[in-house]
């Protein structure tokens, strides 16, 4: 009876697996909708600006902590 239960189990999620991986290949075939180049630029603009923040704010806290030494 596990043996059973087990199988259908298995049986059953390899099932949802192959429909979840049917519905990928379906919307990959979909139509793209294209996006107004301001909003990529907006994108670049906070993703680059966010990493720089990052790394000034890094080597800021860096000088401070070697100040207080």
């Known amino acids: 009876m596990k043996k059973l239960l087990s199988a259908v189990t298995l049986f059953l999620t390899s099932f949802w697996a192959y429909a979840a991986v049917s519905e990928m290949n379906e919307a990959a075939s979909a139509p793209v909708e294209l996006v107004?180049?301001?909003f990529v630029v907006l994108f670049f603009i906070l993703f680059f600006g966010s990493i720089t923040w990052f790394f000034v704010n890094l080597?800021?806290?860096?000088?401070?902590?070697?100040?207080?030494?």
């Open 36 to 38: 107004d180049m301001a």
């Open 59 to 69: 080597w800021r806290n860096e000088k401070k902590r070697k100040q207080d030494q």
